[in-house]
Each structure stands twice: as structure tokens, then as C-alpha cells.
T-cell receptor, first 113, second 111 residues
Framework: GENVEQHPSTLSVQEGDSAVIKCTYSDSASNYFPWYKQELGKGPQLIID?????GEKKDQRIAVTLNKTAKHFSLHITETQPEDSAVYFC????????????FGQGTILTVHP | DVKVTQSSRYLVKRTGEKVFLECVQD?????MFWYRQDPGLGLRLIYFSYDVKMKEKGDIPEGYSVSREKKERFSLILESASTNQTSMYLC??????????FGPGTRLTVL
């Protein structure tokens, strides 16, 4: 089955800096890669996703890149703000498997004012 | 807004008890899921359902069962709770291939 590795497990940055979280996956059949943000006391919230026919996708201060050859994808947050502090999860799936995701281990991002 | 609600935010049970975790969504979604979240392990899929009366095993179904008698409700059952089932349980629903809506989670402690 699919295996997703996520690094780093914790990340601490100063407000205004950029943050990068990286994930690798093992199954070449995976073609959908979402990212989730989980704030304290809440369920994960989908913040951005990318499909395997796209190399990069941006949404305001967040972007995701995908390297299919190397089987890795990354989340980039620019101009970080304290409200970006949360746990971030990457995930992977074959697009035909509704909702069946394999998640990474999670990254605790702390943005210091 | 789509709402996925879970019956309890916190639950404390004893070893051997039968435990029911309830999940309700209000947007007529066909697909519902139960994930378990543990530190350092991320989220892992326990069971899912693509229709009423239908259920399929996820990656870690052992020790769990589910029930889906109505489209909006998906229940996770721990037949005989054990301490290694202490965890955060997350329900989710979607009407697309993409998992969009999670509930707030139930933190279960088994003593």
C-alpha cells in the first residue's frame, strides 16, 4: 500500500518568514495530493490540493509543488502570520478512491510574532 | 456550510466496555469515513461507507465495526474497548473524490 513520509515534525519560524513542509510518497499510482491544516480543537481543514498532471499550484500565500519523478511534494507558506500556527498534514491517494487518503505524520508549525 | 457533527468531544470509558461514536452530516453526502489520529502517526482510515447499509474496511479495522442505517449517520463501534484504542477519532464526509469535511473529533480515553 501507499506510504507517506512528512518532514519536519516540528517547524518554528518568525512572523514574515517562509515555511516549507515536505512529503514523499511510495505508490506511483497516487495522483491526488491534498494538504490539511488542523487548528487546536478542530478537525482538519483542506487548504490546497494538487493533481498529478500539475506541477505547481498557488492560492494567495500558500503553494504546493509536485515532483512525480522523485515522488515528493511540498507545501510553501510565504509571509507567515501567527494564525498560520497549526498542525499541517499532507496526504496522497489514487483519485478514484473517494476519500481514501494515506496521511503523513503531521508537522507542528509555530509562527512567533 | 456543510456540518459534520460528532456526538461527543471527550469520552472516557473502561476496558471491555462497548463504545459507540456517532457522526452526523447535514449535506446529503453519500461517502462517510472514520479516521483515527495519533501523534506521530497522522490519520489512519478505520472504515468507510459509500452508501447506506454499505461498509468497507480501511487500513486498521481490527477491533472496530460500523453501522450506516441512514444516509446522514455513520457510527463507529468499539465492541470491547482496549487501552490501545485511546485516540482521537475523526469522522469525515464528502460527495466528491476529495475529502473535504471533517468533524471536530472525539477524544476517547480507555482506562
Amino acid at each position: 500500500g501507499e506510504n507517506v513520509e512528512q518532514h519536519p515534525s516540528t517547524l518554528s519560524v518568525q512572523e514574515g518568514d517562509s515555511a516549507v513542509i515536505k512529503c514523499t510518497y511510495s505508490d506511483s499510482a497516487s495522483n491526488y495530493f491534498p494538504w490539511y491544516k488542523q487548528e487546536l480543537g478542530k478537525g482538519p481543514q483542506l487548504i490546497i490540493d494538487i493533481r498529478s498532471n500539475v506541477g505547481e499550484k498557488k492560492d494567495q500565500r500558500i503553494a504546493v509543488t509536485l515532483n512525480k519523478t522523485a515522488k515528493h511534494f511540498s507545501l510553501h507558506i510565504t509571509e507567515t502570520q501567527p494564525e498560520d500556527s497549526a498542525v499541517y498534514f499532507c496526504a496522497a491517494s489514487a483519485g478514484t478512491s473517494y476519500g481514501k487518503l494515506t496521511f503523513g505524520q503531521g508537522t507542528i508549525l509555530t509562527v512567533h510574532p | 456550510d456543510v456540518k459534520v457533527t460528532q456526538s461527543s468531544r471527550y469520552l472516557v470509558k473502561r476496558t471491555g466496555e462497548k463504545v459507540f461514536l456517532e457522526c452526523v452530516q447535514d449535506m446529503d453526502h453519500e461517502n462517510m469515513f472514520w479516521y483515527r489520529q495519533d501523534p506521530g502517526l497522522g490519520l489512519r482510515l478505520i472504515y468507510f461507507s459509500y452508501d447506506v447499509k454499505m461498509k468497507e474496511k480501511g487500513d486498521i479495522p481490527e477491533g472496530y465495526s460500523v453501522s450506516r442505517e441512514k444516509k446522514e449517520r455513520f457510527s463507529l463501534i468499539l465492541e470491547s474497548a482496549s487501552t490501545n484504542q485511546t485516540s482521537m477519532y475523526l469522522c469525515a464526509s464528502t460527495t466528491s473524490p476529495y475529502l473535504e469535511f471533517f468533524g471536530p473529533g472525539t477524544r476517547l480515553t480507555v482506562l
